[in-house]
DNA sequence: TGGAAAATGCTTGTATACAATCATCGAGAC
DNA sequence: GTCTCGATGATTGTATACAAGCATTTTCCA
């Protein structure tokens, strides 16, 4: 009943509709999947998601395509776009992709490291600590995609980030407790002021294995959110 | 004149057209792109596309989306679709994101690795030596793809994949020669045999850095290729 | 009363129509 | 003769219409 309304509030974030409003519908709704506003399972019907955006259904189709291509939605045929649930053996592989590809990226961070990085680092692991919940999560996100960019590499940034992403889809649907501690990441910064390599590798590795490790596999996660109470009511009922 | 001819030919590879013919054409123009019969700079007019597989813009337009997401085709605003020509910085990073993925991959293909693996990467080089330059490129890259995916890695021989890819791209703009001697390969196929990871290590990464060094970022590569003997004719007029 | 089959409603898949934008060509003025 | 401005043609961007598919519910029969 009344899927439009649940994706009001969404949309009230989008500002300028109009010209070029991919990028911001993309964005409001990445926002809203890896803060854990749109839980996994979650439908996304075409109709409601262009009426609450103002746009339609090609729009809105599009960018459904392009978070299904990164993984964050599920796209069956003739069955629509759901927020994607990774089993239990994606989720174990994007953890092994990302121990493999931070760990190595972090022998290209260190020598490029400076101070000014530093402390964006520190910045965003401030806000981490005093955010709410749903804030954690995305900056958590964004702690390791700001870390991975020092590289200055575009291709692996992308790369690294879609894991990132999928990383917060996997611990909405089996996490427990919070989102691996942000508090650690002040553990990190620590060790990349050091300088050396090989501890700040294995503290890495060791970060992400702790979070996998905290993970409950057994839970199903199937659950469909409350949109209107997500999005809010873009516009009224409009329409001509 | 009559782009539509120019398609006609990728087009004749398709044979089940109708039901999610998605796949069916990203798949002709995939190898088209990376056997470099489709060069970097050629337009893709969607039009034209939609004529030469017989289905909508609709559906061209969807491929192409994907196609520009995985940066084999660049899609400008109002101007179309074109064979995304990287540029010397963009190919730079490619290379240098290969050498430290693939690298880091070994490690994990060296204890995985079976003599069917062994086998089947064989065969690609087998074929590759005997294959024209066009499919000798795709056999290269396939072998690659091969090669990771041992590693058994869904998320990471992805990235690879795309990598890879792009990599022909690259060359198809700025190689010279042929592209990274496939008979280099075997050198790889024994050091595997072997089974040293060190070795292996450094026989990729210097391998990926000759292939990089054989390139000229001098070249412009702006082209316009001939989509009439490209694909061919699809059906004749057609349409109701 | 329980199960199965048919019908209805809703959602998606595809194609097409119209509007907007850009590129090209031509004409005129300096 | 060259440069600039205007018009025309072609191509893309968006929205909508129609058809096809699935899910649900209702109804009928055992």
Redesign the interface.
């Known amino acids: 009943m009344n899927d439009t309304r649940q994706f009001h509030l969404l949309a009230g974030q989008v500002s300028d509709r109009g010209a070029?409003s991919d990028e911001a519908i993309y964005q409001a709704l990445w926002e809203a999947i890896v803060e854990h506003r749109l839980s996994p399972g979650a439908r996304l019907p075409e109709d409601a998601l262009s009426h609450a955006f103002g746009v339609s259904r090609t729009t809105v189709r599009?960018v459904l395509?392009?978070l299904a291509?990164e993984q964050l939605v599920t796209l069956r045929?003739n069955r629509g776009a759901q927020i994607t649930s990774p089993t239990p053996s994606?989720a174990r592989?994007?953890f092994?992709?990302r121990r493999?590809?931070e760990?190595?990226?972090l022998a290209?961070v260190l020598p490029r490291i400076t101070p000014a990085d530093l402390k964006a680092l520190e910045a965003i692991h401030e806000r981490e600590t005093r955010a709410e919940r749903e804030h954690a999560i995305r900056l958590s996100a964004e702690f390791h995609s700001r870390l991975v960019a020092i590289a200055d590499?575009?291709?692996?940034s992308e790369?690294l980030s879609?894991?990132i992403s999928?990383t917060s889809l996997i611990i909405a649907v089996y996490g427990r407790a919070r989102a691996g501690c942000p508090c650690e990441h002040i553990e990190l910064i620590e060790l990349l002021r050091d300088g050396a390599l090989a501890p700040v590798q294995r503290w890495m590795s060791a970060h992400l294995t702790r979070i996998e490790a905290s993970l409950d596999f057994t839970a199903s996660g199937d659950a469909l959110p409350d949109f209107e109470h997500l999005f809010g009511h873009h516009r009224e009922q409009s329409a001509s």
């Open positions: 070029r599009r395509q392009r291509l045929p994606e592989d994007v092994r992709a493999l590809m760990g190595a990226l290209e590499s575009p291709s692996l790369a879609q894991l999928r």
